[in-house]
């Protein structure tokens, strides 16, 4: 079955001055797909997502994300995306309530909508005795679910989820995986940067960044199989090898060739 494409990059380069931060990116990502985006620090997956999700400007190449281009039109990106950040974004002073009501707003989303949207959200997250609480008082699992959920209160065409399970229990983090399974079968694409390699084998597929391209893209199963490797950990690790001694994917090598 053939699926749309959500997000086209052809020839994405970003330069800071002389340093290129993504040398020539191409890829593509899929309606309803889980994918993930890894890279070590400083590969420059977090240049990329800015400018997936409307926060920056390509130097040159096409970027289109949920049909708009990234250069001309940011501002309609940034209206059907959602968007959660490692760093917690919703406001500690606030209820948890009040939280969604602000977001909603935002969005542009009727005030009925918005309500019968925070009940269900409510209900399906067992969260009615922490309505009234301030969101600074909600253990931090608790804050990243409900960040998650406010993300795609919307119901956008992509959510990009940035290391969203940074710093949380083993069993929070797979409940917390749950609820991405669940918001791509309602056909929202999750595209998702992590840390955790683990993490990596529950996409669709998963890309490689390093020192700035793409050095890998593929399904974890195929990934594991070029790469004659047990886990996508595995696979990173022999891609992170010092300069020189990358080993690129035949896919990739094609692409570049």
């Excluded at 009925?112 to 600074?136: C, M």
């Excluded at 608790?142 to 992509?158: D, G, M, N, Y």
């Excluded at 992170?240 to 692409?255: D, N, Q, W």
Aim: aromatic share 10%; net charge neutral.
């Amino acid at each position: 079955m053939t699926r749309n494409t959500v997000i086209s990059v052809k020839n994405l380069v970003k330069k800071f001055g002389s340093f290129t931060a993504n040398d020539n990116l191409n890829f593509e990502v899929f309606e309803g797909e889980i994918f993930g985006f890894l890279g070590a620090n400083g590969a420059g997956k977090t240049t990329a997502l800015r400018i997936l999700s409307g926060l920056s400007s390509p130097t040159s190449g096409e970027v289109i994300v949920a049909g708009y281009n990234a250069r001309k039109d940011p501002e309609k990106i940034k209206k059907n995306i959602g968007y959660m950040c490692q760093k917690f974004s919703l406001y500690n002073d606030l209820t948890t309530r009040e939280n969604i009501t602000l977001y909603g707003g935002i969005y542009g989303m009727p005030k009925a909508l918005i309500k019968k949207r925070t009940e269900d959200l409510f209900e399906r997250l067992s969260f009615h005795e922490y309505s009234d609480r301030l969101i600074s008082s909600l253990p931090l699992g608790l804050k990243q679910k409900l960040a998650f959920s406010v993300a795609v209160l919307h119901e956008p065409r992509i959510v990009f989820l940035d290391e969203p399970t940074g710093g949380v229990d083993p069993i929070t983090r797979r409940q917390f995986w749950e609820m991405i399974y669940e918001t791509a079968d309602r056909g929202i694409t999750v595209f998702v940067t992590t840390h955790y390699m683990d993490e990596a084998e529950y996409c669709d597929r998963v890309s490689i960044m390093s020192e700035g391209k793409i050095v890998a893209l593929n399904s974890p199963a195929e990934l594991k199989r070029l790469y004659n490797a047990e886990s996508v950990e595995e696979v990173f690790v022999k891609i992170a090898r010092p300069a020189g001694t990358k080993t690129l994917s035949p896919e990739v090598k094609s692409e570049n060739n």
